[in-house]
């Protein structure tokens, strides 16, 4: 499956849903997702398709995971988990808000002074650490450096990183970015933990300038420079860059692995060193001084010393006078010996006198060299056994204190009094202080509080809380378990891990919609929801479930309330009066009330009842259902005949129906008062119940 972007709003190997991409590389696309299992932020790091089949991408993703995976440090980006899914390789590790250094940088231009310290002195911790468990990063740059809001520094991309005793190598490769090489590196030789130090002091200088010590138009450029370039000190571009940060920069830039920090921990020293406004180690200034000077450069042919420029001018043996001639010797009496003894008194006093003189000048050197002061070395980053050793080598005294260190191992100096290079008379004291590690805190009990209060109780004990969620009886929020647990002794800055509620596991809501009411209620108990009613006016039967909140067939948790909006009946509305009123003027208003009107037509000889209600059922002040209808008696009038010429017996007025329409069958609107003449009804008479006839 190509990795693309389709992967948003999709679930990674069943578990991560991925929310975004967080960015792209030469290598893996990194996105933001959400780990479903432990309900955390996770970036996902997947190799891309083109680098997918090819093993030696394959290895070096492998090799990022298994190394990542083995440091654990504030100041390293952890990694959770790691597999093969959807065609490809990924890892899946701590997301951590904020931005690479690299955009910062190109963002805001050089860093603060005390930033850039501080930034490089939480890059060296990582480091470090890295180093002392055998692995070499050998890819330090901006890029691969994460700077949290908070200011929270984590190295992240090992995935060229190797373990120092590997015989694994790339004869002839140039590992890592150009810019970023130490000069072994751009040989294609062996590196060392002083190749990231020459990595960190890149990353230190384009901090303090903005720019790197070496560019150009290609990767073999650069690296040309890299091997022969002297840079120049950050305070050329910066002036207000202080001498001895210059130092520290120059010195991790050597070229030489040897003049460089022989350790992250000697570098962070400096750099401690400089926060405080105190000059750096001397041979820190030596090694720089040889970077200004260019390595190499000096003429270093060693001066040929002849024999004939060394040889003694023998001074001319005197010349010896010729032996007198014969003639002039003769035989006198044979000369006196001297006794001996003199000689050997002479010659004991000189000796006596020159072992006198020898023990009263030893004696003389002795003590102008007690009175000489001696230079404190430099005992900080070392163990404190070794410590103590170089301090009483330079006749001085130890005296060691212990403190805890939030980066420094335990039993490592990290602070020294004097400082080293300090000039100071023998037997003077020096303090050391000796690390004994993180310092130690106590796990707070968080069980039972919010997840609030327990953030908030973790921080105050130095400690770093790590929040998963998962489903419980317990209510939503609340806080189930942690681990360290209660009243255990850690070190500050350790991880606990608090588990909180999210509440019971989500079960499906029945639907009960036009249900009647108890049965509703039986099944939502069955399934442990709370019920909770609510009655409203409908024209659906009284009693029965009209709508239910949430839906039907939605998840919810046990225990949570549904409610059910029942329906009250159909709902009796007040007849009004319409009597005495005219036909028309009736209709209208009972319509408005909520009901039908059905028309009764009865015939009358009064004139002033016609097209007028006579009557009306429900009478006035009665309740009905809506829309049902109300009966209106309209009049009709009919002029009685003439009694001279229509015998009353032959046409009684009581035989005549007032309507062939059956009251409940005749509505207004089909017989209208104006429509229906007087003369053309019959002249029959009505029935007794006053209803028209057939």
């Given at each position: 499956?190509a990795?693309s972007d389709?992967?948003i ?9 991925v929310v975004?991409k967080?960015?792209a590389?030469?290598m893996?696309d ?5 780990d479903q299992?432990?309900g955390?932020?996770?970036a996902?790091?997947?190799l891309n398709d083109?680098?997918?089949h090819d093993?030696?991408f394959?290895e070096r993703?492998?090799?990022?995971a298994?190394?990542?995976?083995g440091?654990?440090h504030p ?7 790691r597999g093969?899914?959807?065609?490809s390789?990924y890892?899946?590790?701590e997301?951590?808000e904020?931005?690479?250094?690299k ?10 002074i005390?930033?850039?310290i501080?930034?490089?002195r939480?890059i060296?911790?990582?480091?470090g650490f ?11 740059k901006?890029?691969n450096v994460?700077?949290g809001?908070?200011?929270r520094v ?9 373990a120092?005793?590997?015989?694994m190598?790339?004869?002839?490769s140039i590992i890592g970015?150009a810019?970023?090489l130490s000069p072994e590196?751009a040989?294609?030789?062996?590196v060392?933990?002083t190749?990231d ?9 384009e901090?303090?300038t903005g720019q790197?010590p070496?560019?150009?138009?290609t990767?073999?450029?650069i690296?040309?420079k890299h091997?022969?370039?002297t840079?120049?000190?950050p ?8 001498r001895?940060?210059d130092l520290?920069?120059l010195?991790a830039?050597?070229?030489d692995q040897a003049d460089?920090?022989r ?13 405080r406004?105190?000059?750096v180690?001397p041979?820190?200034?030596?090694a720089?001084?040889a970077?200004?000077?260019g390595a190499g450069?000096m003429?270093l042919a060693p001066?040929t ?9 023998r001074?001319?043996a005197p ?6 001639p ?8 044979p000369p ?7 000689w ?8 006596a ?6 023990l ?10 007690a009175n000489k002061?001696?230079a404190v070395?430099?005992?900080?980053g070392?163990?404190?056994?070794l ?9 001085l005294?130890?005296?060691?204190f212990?403190s805890a260190?939030p980066t420094?191992p335990?039993g490592?100096?990290?602070?020294q009094?004097p400082e080293d290079?300090?000039?100071v008379?023998?037997?003077s004291?020096?303090?050391?202080v000796?690390?004994?590690?993180k310092a ?5 009990d968080?069980?039972g509080q919010t997840?609030t ?5 973790l921080?105050?004990?130095?400690l770093?809380?790590k ?13 189930i378990?942690?681990d360290?647990?209660?009243?255990e002794?850690?070190?500050q800055?350790t ?5 909180v509620?999210n509440?019971?596991e989500?079960?499906t ?12 209620l ?5 399934q442990?929801f ?6 409203v006016?409908s024209d659906e039967p009284?009693g029965t479930?009209?709508?239910q909140?949430p839906?039907?067939n939605?998840l919810a ?6 409610t059910?909006?029942v329906?009250k ?7 009004p009066?319409?009597t ?5 003027t009736?209709a209208?208003i ?8 059905a028309?009764v037509?009865?015939e009358?000889?009064d ?8 009557t009306?059922d429900?009478?006035?002040?009665n309740r009905?259902?809506p829309?049902?209808a109300v ?9 009685p005949?003439?009694?001279?010429t ?7 007025t009581d035989t005549?129906?007032?309507?062939t329409?059956?009251t409940?069958t005749v ?6 008062t104006?429509?229906v003449?007087?003369d053309?009804?019959?002249t029959e008479?009505p029935p ?6 057939p």
């Amino acid at each position: 499956m190509a990795v693309s972007d389709t992967f948003i709003n999709q679930v990674f190997d069943g578990r991560y849903r991925v929310v975004r991409k967080l960015g792209a590389g030469g290598m893996a696309d990194v996105y933001l997702a959400e780990d479903q299992e432990l309900g955390r932020r996770v970036a996902i790091k997947i190799l891309n398709d083109r680098h997918a089949h090819d093993e030696q991408f394959v290895e070096r993703f492998r090799r990022e995971a298994k190394n990542a995976a083995g440091l654990s440090h504030p100041n390293i980006v952890s990694i959770y988990d790691r597999g093969e899914a959807e065609g490809s390789y990924y890892i899946a590790m701590e997301y951590l808000e904020g931005r690479t250094l690299k955009e910062l940088i190109v963002s805001r231009g050089p860093s603060p002074i005390q930033v850039a310290i501080d930034y490089t002195r939480q890059i060296l911790a990582a480091v470090g650490f890295a180093h002392r468990g055998g692995i070499v990063h050998r890819d330090i740059k901006p890029h691969n450096v994460l700077v949290g809001p908070d200011g929270r520094v984590k190295v992240t991309d090992f995935g060229i990183a190797r373990a120092e005793a590997s015989q694994m190598t790339e004869a002839g490769s140039i590992i890592g970015t150009a810019q970023y090489l130490s000069p072994e590196q751009a040989r294609g030789a062996a590196v060392d933990q002083t190749s990231d130090l020459y990595s960190v002091g890149i990353v230190l200088y384009e901090m303090l300038t903005g720019q790197v010590p070496f560019s150009g138009s290609t990767p073999l450029e650069i690296a040309m420079k890299h091997l022969s370039a002297t840079p120049e000190p950050p305070s050329a571009s910066r002036p207000e860059v202080p001498r001895d940060l210059d130092l520290v920069v120059l010195r991790a830039l050597a070229k030489d692995q040897a003049d460089r920090y022989r350790s992250a921990e000697q570098m962070d020293a400096d750099l401690a060193r400089v926060a405080r406004g105190i000059a750096v180690a001397p041979e820190t200034s030596d090694a720089a001084t040889a970077v200004l000077a260019g390595a190499g450069a000096m003429d270093l042919a060693p001066t040929t010393i002849t024999r004939a420029a060394t040889e003694v001018v023998r001074r001319p043996a005197p010349v010896q006078p010729p032996p007198p001639p014969r003639d002039y010797l003769y035989e006198g009496p044979p000369p006196r010996r001297r006794p001996f003894w003199p000689w050997l008194l002479a010659l004991g006093l000189v000796v006596a006198a020159g072992v006198a003189g020898w023990l009263l000048w030893d004696q003389i050197q002795d003590q102008l060299n007690a009175n000489k002061p001696v230079a404190v070395p430099l005992v900080e980053g070392i163990n404190a056994r070794l410590a103590v050793a170089k301090i009483e080598e330079k006749g001085l005294k130890a005296k060691v204190f212990r403190s805890a260190h939030p980066t420094v191992p335990a039993g490592v100096v990290f602070d020294q009094r004097p400082e080293d290079g300090d000039r100071v008379a023998k037997d003077s004291t020096v303090r050391i202080v000796v690390s004994t590690g993180k310092a130690k805190t106590r796990v707070p009990d968080v069980r039972g509080q919010t997840a609030t209060d327990a953030v908030a109780a973790l921080k105050d004990a130095h400690l770093e809380p790590k929040l998963f969620y998962l489903n419980s009886d317990a209510e939503e929020g609340t806080v189930i378990g942690q681990d360290p647990g209660p009243d255990e002794i850690v070190v500050q800055g350790t991880n606990v891990r608090i588990n909180v509620s999210n509440g019971p596991e989500p079960v499906t809501v029945p639907a009960v919609v036009r249900l009647p009411y108890d049965e509703a209620l039986g099944r939502l108990q069955a399934q442990g929801f709370a019920v909770g009613r609510e009655d409203v006016d409908s024209d659906e039967p009284e009693g029965t479930v009209i709508a239910q909140q949430p839906e039907g067939n939605t998840l919810a948790s046990p225990g949570s309330t549904v409610t059910l909006s029942v329906s009250k009946g159909p709902t009796e509305l007040e007849v009004p009066d319409v009597t005495t009123l005219d036909r028309r003027t009736a209709a209208v208003i009972l319509r408005d009330a909520g009901f039908r009107i059905a028309v009764v037509i009865s015939e009358t000889e009064d004139p002033n009842e016609d097209r007028i209600v006579l009557t009306q059922d429900p009478v006035a002040g009665n309740r009905a259902a809506p829309n049902s209808a109300v009966t209106i008696t309209v009049g009709r009038y009919v002029a009685p005949p003439p009694t001279d010429t229509v015998p009353t017996d032959t046409t009684p007025t009581d035989t005549v129906p007032t309507d062939t329409v059956p009251t409940d069958t005749v509505p207004t609107d089909t017989v209208p008062t104006d429509t229906v003449p007087t003369d053309s009804l019959p002249t029959e008479p009505p029935p007794p119940d006053g209803r028209p006839g057939p």
